[in-house]
């Protein structure tokens, strides 16, 4: 019976010692852990604040060759066509006077490139103006100085004095008064024909003559 008793006593200490174990050591607070977000296509499609946050990246552009525009030829004011008939010294001879004096009987003296000296192939057309002058002892010209579109325009004006006063110095050698011939010079600005090759350009370096008053 006694040790009946002292098995009691010894399950009831081992009963008292587990109960204080169980409640005397504190509880661990249970971690909550989040569920991995999903891999694949359905995770890219879902939004969320950090994805809203970050910039989309730009796609590089491509550069975009365009053609040149098409090349656009100057354009004068007032510019006419090119002349197809390529006149003679006959031709030139029979321009309109002013006033309405009809077509002058003075020709044309032409010239070589650059050049102020009278030809030895235009003394012709000279004499036979000298021929007229003097037969009309109260006429008074005026001689233009013209040239071809080359050169700048400066230059084409005191190309064109040059060679109207060569025109002058020959007429008063040939026995024309002075006082009947006055000159001036329009350079490149007024072509006699409008061209941009030597088929034009040799009928517009020419001294031409205006009868003034008769």
């Known amino acids: 019976m006694r040790f009946r008793g002292s098995v009691r006593v010894l399950l009831a200490?081992?009963?008292?010692?587990?109960?204080?174990?169980l409640y005397g050591c504190p509880k661990r607070?249970?971690?909550?852990?989040?569920?991995?977000?999903?891999?694949?296509?359905a995770a890219a499609t879902v939004p969320g604040p950090a994805a809203a946050a970050q910039p989309s990246p730009q796609t590089a552009e491509t550069p975009v060759t365009r053609p040149a525009p098409p090349a656009e030829?100057?354009?004068?004011?007032g510019e006419a066509a090119p002349s197809t008939a390529a006149p003679g010294a006959a031709a030139a001879a029979a321009a309109p006077q002013p006033g309405g004096a009809g077509p002058s009987p003075l020709k044309d003296v032409f010239f070589d490139y650059d050049k102020a000296n009278i030809r030895d192939d235009q003394k012709a057309a000279l004499n036979d103006n000298v021929g007229w002058l003097k037969a009309n002892a109260g006429a008074k010209i005026l001689l233009e100085g013209h040239c071809d579109e080359r050169g700048t325009a400066e230059y084409n004006l005191g190309l064109g004095e040059r060679r109207a006063k060569a025109v002058k110095d020959y007429l008063?050698?040939?026995?024309?008064?002075?006082?009947?011939?006055?000159?001036?010079?329009?350079?490149?600005?007024?072509?006699?024909v409008l061209g941009?090759?030597?088929?034009?350009?040799?009928?517009?370096?020419?001294?031409?003559?205006?009868?003034?008053?008769?």
């Open 13 to 21: 200490v081992a009963v008292l010692i587990g109960s204080l174990a």
């Open 29 to 41: 607070p249970e971690v909550l852990q989040a569920a991995p977000a999903p891999a694949g296509p």
């Open 73 to 77: 030829a100057p354009v004068r004011p």
């Open 172 to 192: 008063i050698a040939a026995g024309i008064a002075a006082d009947r011939v006055s000159t001036i010079s329009y350079g490149k600005e007024r072509p006699f």
């Open 196 to 214: 941009h090759d030597e088929s034009a350009w040799k009928w517009n370096r020419r001294g031409h003559f205006v009868i003034q008053g008769r």
